[in-house]
Structure formats: C-alpha cells, structure tokens
C-alpha cells in the first residue's frame, strides 16, 4: 500500500505538492513589463549587426559560387578540347546581358555564340538567379565568358564581374578575369571597409 504523508500549513493538512505551490514566489507585473523591455532594447541593439551579418554572408556565398563556375567553365573547355561559354541564356538560347538571373555554362560545339540543344550541345552546370534586388554585372554591356580549350578568354571577354547587395552597396565585391582566363577576387587593399580590385578602383554598379 502507498500513504501520502500530510503536513500541517495554516493549521490544515496539505499535500506537500500544493504547499510547494504556495511557497513559491510569482514576478510582479512590473517584473516582467520591465524584462520585456530589456529584451526589445537588445532586439533592437542586435538587429542591424545581424542584418548586416547576412548581407555580407549572401554576398560572400553568392561570389563563391560565381568562382566555381567560372573554374568549371575553364576546366571543361580545356578537357573537352572546344570552346565554353558562361552566360545568361533565354530559352531561345541566346545570351543576354541579365546576369542577375539563372547563369549557365555550356559547350559550344559549332562555335555561334548560341545554346544549340538540337546540335548535340549540353549544358555543363547552371547557377541559381541571385536575389531579387541585388545587382550583377559584368563589364560593359558584356553578354558572355568565352574559354578557349587553351583556358584563356577569346576576344574581348575579359572584365570584371561586380556584385551589389540592394541597400548595402558598401559591401559590393566583384571578381577580375585576365585575357589568360585566370581570375581573381576583389579585397578591401586600403582597410575602408569597401571592396578594391589590384588598381584600387572601387566596387560599385553605378
């Protein structure tokens, strides 16, 4: 058999559950107004510090990706021996200018500058559309990047690839390619906080 002990409390007999009850202390409403207030002021603290924590991480993210497909773009035109273009494709399979949108690397095994599915062409890898808003651009009005299988560009398809956050333009961040096919990522050379290629020429997407 089970017994439940009682004690006495105010002169009654009460489980020792409930007199636990009773002997705990509640927080006034004063309490609590004022711990709610504390939590929004720090809130409020922390908020532009985490917002800018994920801009810098979208763009970072977003100028990594960008690297690896230009490295796959180069390496597929020298292992396949044929030219291999990085562009922005419409579904006519021509490139455009709207780098901000689906980005996609393909063989071009005639040599016209064009996606030809019904040729036998093939689409290497693809790259998802950066956030709406956001900004990429690459040169002036250029339309493609353009692998020799030698790995370096053909013509004029050099320039600089220039990322900018909407809102925060500050944190823009771009990537040089040489005539060479070799490239590299932009730094912040004299410690302003804004992003410079090797000329010190700031990134922006005026």
């Known amino acids: 058999m089970f017994y439940v002990t009682l004690i006495k409390f105010n002169n009654q007999k009460l489980p020792p559950s409930i007199l636990s009850l009773k002997l705990q202390k509640g927080i006034t409403l004063v309490e609590l107004m004022m711990s709610l207030a504390i939590t929004s002021i720090l809130a409020v603290i922390s908020l532009p510090n985490f917002n800018e924590f994920t801009v810098q ?94 790995g370096h560009l053909t013509g004029l398809s050099n320039g600089t690839f220039r990322y900018c956050p909407l809102g925060h333009e500050v944190k823009s961040r771009g990537i040089v390619i040489a005539r060479s096919g070799r490239f590299y990522v932009t730094s912040d050379i004299d410690n302003d906080s804004k992003d410079e290629t090797r000329m010190n020429k700031e990134i922006t997407c005026n």
């Open 57 to 150: 991480m979208r763009v970072d993210n977003e100028i990594s990706m960008l690297q690896r497909l230009l490295l796959t773009a180069r390496n597929s035109a020298i292992n396949s021996g044929e030219k291999v273009i990085m562009c922005p494709l419409t579904e006519g399979g021509q490139c455009t200018t709207n780098w901000h949108e689906v980005l996609s690397v393909f063989i071009d095994k005639n040599n016209n500058k064009t996606y030809d599915a019904a040729n036998n062409e093939r689409i290497v890898v693809t790259k998802a559309a950066i956030k709406l808003g956001d900004q990429l651009i690459y040169g002036k009005g250029r339309t493609m990047v353009t692998y020799r299988p030698s």
